[in-house]
């Protein structure tokens, strides 16, 4: 079974940093996307940022050079460094597993695992 487990949530002030964990167990594709979401009340899920196994990487506009997305697979470890945060980026933020079959899914429906999510406030 498939288990994704994220991590490493909270409150910061505008401007400050955080660095979201998502550990992964059961995952055995060799080729495969992995991306975080993140969803405030009454919207739907926005992706943020993928990495494919191959080290293919994706970014929303909106976070583009503020957020890293990076992977440990010795550690079975997806990581979201999101810096200079800002109110707008507070949400519960979601990663998210899929086999890859030639590209990475922008939509969660396209993604057939993910965890419980972790929440991330930014205040001004």
């Known amino acids: 079974q498939v288990q994704l487990v994220e991590s490493g949530g909270g409150s910061v002030q505008s401007g400050g940093s955080l660095r979201l964990s998502c550990v992964l167990s059961?995952?055995?594709?060799?080729?495969?996307?992995m991306g975080w979401f993140r969803q405030t009340p009454g919207k739907e899920h926005e992706l943020v940022s993928s990495?494919?196994?191959?080290?293919?990487?994706y970014y929303a506009d909106s976070v583009r050079g503020r957020f890293t997305v990076s992977k440990d697979i010795g550690n079975n470890t997806l990581y979201l460094q999101m810096n200079s945060l800002k109110p707008e980026d507070t949400a519960t933020y979601y990663c998210?597993?899929?086999?890859?079959?030639?590209?990475?899914?922008?939509?969660?429906?396209?993604?057939?695992?993910w965890g419980q999510g972790t929440q991330v406030t930014v205040s001004s």
């Open positions: 998210a597993a899929e086999e890859y079959l030639g590209y990475c899914p922008r939509q969660l429906g396209g993604y057939s695992v």
């Open positions: 059961g995952f055995t594709y060799s080729f495969y996307c």
């Open positions: 990495i494919s196994s191959d080290d293919v990487t």
